[in-house]
């Protein structure tokens, strides 16, 4: 009987041990899954990868969009006529949608004459809504019944005259501008011309930009080249600038680089023409030399993008098209 109940438990003992053991084994040999392992689960581990990836991209996105981008200009001059509705108002919605850092007018912002209560009643009602950012250049017609253009100096305030003259410079990125007054003495050895001098061999920055009112080339057949800016042309050639932008005929021209004496020179100045603000728009005789692109059918906006050593433009019309581009072109 001792015999017997001994053999029983001898026989479940060995039972136990060997389901034990096989336990053991199928523990063992199955995988160990730490989810904190990338083996744990592939399709996861791929989506946490994925998801570093896109906030990755997604923050060197997000520093393009917010990082400081290169400085824009609009320009354009023969802007404002003496009455409401006209093309004006179309040209300055072009600029609000460029969105520049800075605004240049080029000069007869506001006709007939730039008399104050004009300014006030028409420009201001288009153009002047990004007076805070424009750098003026006068015109002929502000100074056209009162030989002080009182009304531009009046209407643009520190803006028109920030050094206490109505020509003057000021820097955007690596750039400097130059605004020109081309209405009062403007000859070789004027006030305005040795400061011109002594203003462009100041400067440090590589890239210049010099605007006025009056253009020394132009293909146009309302006035054409004026010869008087020439002093400018030289003083800014051999100071290497690299842009001349104009408004007076009411069209707009692209040159190629050129040297003061009309010569097709790499070294020389682009000089856009920009007379196309809004007032009007006159037609094109035979083309200078080093014309490049003209355009009389259209009103509308330079845009310049000024990049650290170089430049591209965008001619925009009051409609939004673009009627001439190019660049980037480095600067000299």
Known sequence: MIRSSWRRASILLALAVLVLA????????????????????PSRAAAKAG???????????????????????????????????????????????????????????QYPDGTLEDFQRYYDTT??????????????????????????????????????????????????LVSLDSNIDHDAGSQQEQWLRAD????????????????????????GNDESVGPFWSDLYEAKADLVLNGHEHQYERSGPQNPDAGADPHGIREFVVGTGGRSLYGFGSPDPNSEFRDSSNFGVLALTLHPGSYDWRFVSESGAVVDSGGPVACH
């Open 22 to 41: 096989g336990a053991r084994a199928a523990t063992w040999a199955s995988p160990q899954v730490d989810e904190r392992s990338p083996a744990a689960s």
């Open 51 to 109: 998801a570093q990836r896109a906030g990755t991209a997604a923050g060197a996105g997000a520093q393009r969009r917010t990082g400081s981008a290169d400085p824009v200009v609009a320009a354009a001059g023969d802007i404002a006529p003496d009455e409401t509705g006209g093309h004006d108002r179309n040209t300055s919605d072009q600029v609000l949608a460029i969105d520049p850092d800075a605004v240049l007018a080029l000069g007869d912002d």
């Open 127 to 176: 153009w002047g809504r990004f007076k805070d950012k424009t750098k003026p250049a006068p015109g002929n017609h502000e100074y056209e019944t009162d030989a002080a253009a009182a009304g531009y100096f009046d209407y643009f305030g520190a803006a028109a005259r920030p050094n206490g003259t109505s020509f003057y410079s000021f820097d955007l990125g690596g750039w400097h």
């Open 200 to 223: 462009l061999a100041a400067t440090t920055k590589p890239c210049v930009l010099a605007y006025w009112h009056h253009p020394r080339f132009s293909s146009g057949t309302e006035h």
